[in-house]
């Protein structure tokens, strides 16, 4: 009989109700059942609550970003990540920057932007000015929506109102600007921006459709700095590649993509490590990227007066340390301790610290030995445990297809059979 997978009802099924049921549908074993019914350092019963239709957890190994001196402070950065070599790149870029005192941040404040989209209007101009001539009240109406927020400081601060042409014609839309404090805000602003919806349609006689936050939170940037000295990172040539690199990232989509994807290694890993969105900031770190109408880098590099290198980064930065899953998971609870934040700016700027530490750590091997060397030793001890190696024979195997220049899954097996038969 051919299995179904409509499920009427899933979500009122109790967690072991429905790991039974998978588990008939997949053959799953025992074994496997009791592999992913662990959730980790997330207790079952938060897991259950936090999505739906939960069976189970995925555990994530956590590594420390060390040597980060940030504002003048040493901190230990939590990151949660399956890729292999970008924790040790991070720390080590984070030992070179050291040298010079390390990272300097400062982030623009947590504004952000809620979308109300205002469709057939006659006069998109008219019914922009209207609405901004009502503005207080509808700040005035958007803030009503959340005391808790306006008594820890935030609230609706501005409006600002866009036509935008569209293939289905003038639009009106209105963008309010709200101070989300500690909140990542998504909940907060959506709230707010269907609150004042019946407002902005009564004031233009115009009709609206989406109310939403946008991603592209380009009123909640953090940035970060470091000077790489000269002869710490490997003398003039080693600057000079690296301007190179980072030039081709600026010029070409294709290479910035991927300039840009190891830069998200560091933030998404801290991101995920306090239980923030890591969609939300990928979103809002591409499209900025795109902000100039042509995808580029979201570094930028120079060198000072002594020919040292300068690194910068500059990047939206939506987190927070209250709502969503960062306070719901104990583990990213524990993050935020180990960091010592008290607040969602100090943490958007330490994230910022950690995308620049990866990326001038990749563009720095770019430009020299190449990424395979420093990356294939870690991605080898991948491919032998896969392979089935345990104990000490993950290293051994891992070394010996390193020093072969063969890091395969084949050669693992055939490895492993060798020194499983000494
Ligand atoms: P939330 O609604 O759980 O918590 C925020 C609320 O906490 C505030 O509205 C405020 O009332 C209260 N609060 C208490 N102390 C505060 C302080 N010091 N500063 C600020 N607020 C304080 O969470 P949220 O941050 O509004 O929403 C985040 C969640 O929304 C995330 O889980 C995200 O994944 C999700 N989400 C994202 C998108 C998107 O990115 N496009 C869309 C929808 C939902």
Same mark, same amino acid.
């Given at each position: 009989?051919?299995? !179904?997978?409509?499920?009427?009802?899933?979500?009122?099924?109790? #967690?072991?109700?429905?790991?039974?049921?998978?588990?008939?549908?997949?053959?799953?074993?025992?074994?496997?059942?009791?592999?992913?019914?662990?959730?980790?350092?997330?207790?079952?019963?938060?897991?259950?609550?936090?999505?739906?239709?939960?069976?189970?957890?995925?555990?994530?190994?956590?590594?420390?970003?060390?040597?980060?001196?940030?504002?003048?402070?040493?901190?230990?950065?939590?990151?949660?990540?399956?890729?292999?070599?970008?924790?040790?790149?991070?720390? $080590?870029?984070?030992?070179?920057?050291?040298?010079?005192?390390?990272?300097?941040?400062?982030?623009?404040?947590?504004? #952000?932007?809620?979308?109300?989209?205002?469709?057939?209007? &006659?006069?998109?101009?008219?019914?922009?000015?209207?609405?901004?001539?009502?503005? $207080?009240?509808?700040?005035?109406?958007?803030?009503?929506? &959340?005391?808790?927020?306006?008594?820890?400081?935030?609230?609706?601060?501005?409006?600002?109102?866009?036509?935008?042409?569209?293939?289905?014609?003038?639009?009106?839309?209105?963008?309010?600007?709200?101070?989300?404090? &500690?909140?990542?805000?998504?909940?907060?602003?959506?709230?707010?921006?269907?609150?004042?919806?019946?407002?902005?349609?009564?004031?233009?006689?115009?009709?609206?459709?989406?109310?939403?936050?946008?991603?592209?939170?380009?009123?909640?940037?953090?940035?970060?700095?470091?000077?790489?000295?000269?002869?710490?990172?490997?003398?003039?040539?080693?600057?000079?590649?690296?301007?190179?690199?980072?030039?081709?990232?600026?010029? &070409?989509?294709?290479?910035?993509?991927?300039?840009?994807?190891?830069?998200?290694?560091?933030?998404?890993?801290?991101?995920?490590?306090?239980?923030?969105?890591?969609?939300?900031?990928?979103?809002?770190?591409?499209?900025?990227?795109?902000?100039?109408?042509?995808?580029?880098?979201?570094?930028?590099?120079?060198?000072?007066?002594?020919?040292?290198?300068?690194?910068?980064?500059?990047?939206?930065?939506?987190?927070?340390?209250?709502?969503?899953?960062?306070?719901?998971?104990?583990?990213?609870?524990?993050?935020?301790?180990? #960091?010592?934040?008290?607040?969602?700016?100090?943490?958007?700027?330490?994230?910022?610290?950690?995308?620049?530490?990866?990326?001038?750590?990749?563009?720095?091997?770019?430009?020299?030995?190449?990424?395979?060397?420093?990356?294939?030793?870690?991605?080898?001890?991948?491919?032998?445990?896969?392979?089935?190696?345990?104990?000490?024979?993950?290293?051994?195997?891992?070394?010996?297809?390193?020093?072969?220049?063969?890091?395969?899954?084949?050669?693992?097996?055939?490895?492993?059979?060798?020194? !499983?038969?000494?």
């Amino acid at each position: 009989m051919e299995k !179904s997978s409509e499920v009427s009802g899933f979500y009122k099924k109790s #967690m072991e109700e429905r790991l039974k049921f998978i588990q008939e549908f997949a053959c799953l074993t025992d074994e496997e059942v009791a592999t992913i019914r662990n959730t980790g350092g997330l207790p079952v019963g938060t897991a259950d609550k936090m999505i739906e239709n939960v069976v189970g957890g995925l555990t994530l190994p956590m590594g420390i970003g060390v040597n980060f001196r940030i504002n003048g402070k040493d901190i230990l950065i939590p990151m949660v990540i399956e890729e292999p070599s970008v924790v040790a790149a991070a720390s $080590n870029a984070a030992r070179m920057a050291r040298v010079k005192g390390g990272f300097s941040a400062d982030f623009s404040g947590p504004v #952000m932007i809620a979308q109300v989209q205002l469709v057939d209007v &006659d006069r998109p101009q008219e019914a922009k000015e209207k609405i901004l001539a009502r503005k $207080n009240d509808i700040l005035e109406l958007a803030a009503k929506q &959340d005391p808790i927020l306006i008594q820890a400081g935030g609230g609706p601060k501005d409006l600002e109102v866009r036509v935008i042409e569209t293939s289905m014609g003038p639009m009106v839309i209105t963008h309010l600007l709200v101070d989300t404090r &500690d909140a990542m805000g998504a909940n907060a602003v959506n709230t707010m921006a269907e609150a004042v919806a019946p407002m902005i349609e009564q004031i233009t006689g115009g009709r609206v459709l989406l109310r939403i936050l946008s991603n592209l939170a380009v009123h909640r940037l953090a940035r970060a700095r470091a000077v790489f000295e000269r002869e710490i990172i490997g003398g003039e040539a080693v600057v000079e590649g690296i301007l190179n690199a980072w030039a081709f990232a600026e010029a &070409d989509p294709f290479r910035a993509a991927t300039h840009n994807k190891g830069i998200m290694n560091g933030i998404s890993s801290v991101v995920l490590a306090t239980g923030n969105d890591t969609r939300a900031i990928e979103a809002g770190a591409h499209s900025y990227a795109a902000r100039n109408g042509r995808y580029s880098s979201l570094t930028t590099y120079e060198k000072d007066a002594d020919g040292n290198l300068v690194g910068s980064i500059e990047v939206p930065m939506a987190v927070g340390i209250v709502g969503g899953a960062t306070k719901t998971h104990p583990v990213a609870r524990i993050a935020l301790k180990i #960091m010592d934040i008290q607040s969602a700016a100090q943490l958007a700027q330490i994230i910022a610290c950690v995308g620049l530490a990866q990326n001038f750590a990749a563009l720095r091997a770019l430009a020299t030995e190449g990424i395979q060397r420093g990356h294939m030793g870690l991605h080898a001890r991948n491919v032998a445990i896969s392979a089935g190696a345990q104990g000490e024979l993950v290293d051994k195997i891992a070394q010996q297809m390193v020093k072969e220049r063969k890091v395969r899954a084949d050669r693992a097996k055939e490895l492993l059979a060798e020194y !499983s038969n000494k």
